[in-house]
């Protein structure tokens, strides 16, 4: 019983890093893919299309989850009774999910261009994993994922 003792206090902090680097993994993933639903589904429908964060926190605004809608109204926020396409649910505890300027909604035009018009930068990281993600979304719509050093 000791000897196992001693293994998983040994195991428990690798097993833990691996943990998150899995679960910041997956969130790049989910918001790489609700990002290109989002600007797919604007051209499809000829509408603006917003992915809104659903409970945000400044310096972690997407972390809660987030909801990709057609913004009908076209005040570039979610508004109840606007058309939900796709929720994701909150990260893993330690996974942190933010825009830049503590923004809260990315929206895509009719011609899959961001509106405004401008560059948006999401970082994802965890203080448990070694390697975080930068998610750049052009003013054309197209996004850019690359390897960051975790978090700031």
């Known amino acids: 019983m000791s ?3 001693i293994l998983l206090a040994i195991a428990s902090p690798g097993l833990a890093s691996l943990t998150s ?15 290109m639903l989002a600007r797919g ?7 603006t299309v917003g992915l809104a964060a659903l409970a945000p926190v400044t310096g972690s605004e997407f972390s809660a989850g987030w909801t990709v809608f057609v913004d009908s109204n076209g ?37 899959g261009f961001l509106t405004p018009s401008t560059l948006a930068t999401f970082t994802l990281c965890s203080p448990l994993a070694t390697k975080g993600y930068i998610v750049r979304v052009e003013p054309v719509g197209l996004a850019d994922i690359s390897d960051s050093a975790g978090c700031p």
């Open 41 to 47: 589904e604007a051209m499809k429908r000829g509408a």
């Open 3 to 5: 000897i196992l003792a």
């Open 21 to 35: 680097a899995n679960s910041l993994s997956s969130a790049q993933s989910g918001l790489a893919a609700s990002l």
């Open 75 to 111: 005040n570039g926020r979610y508004d109840v009774g606007e058309t939900i396409v796709r929720q994701e649910p909150a990260q893993h505890g330690d996974v942190i999910v933010a825009l830049s300027g503590n923004a809260t909604v990315v929206a895509f035009n009719s011609r």
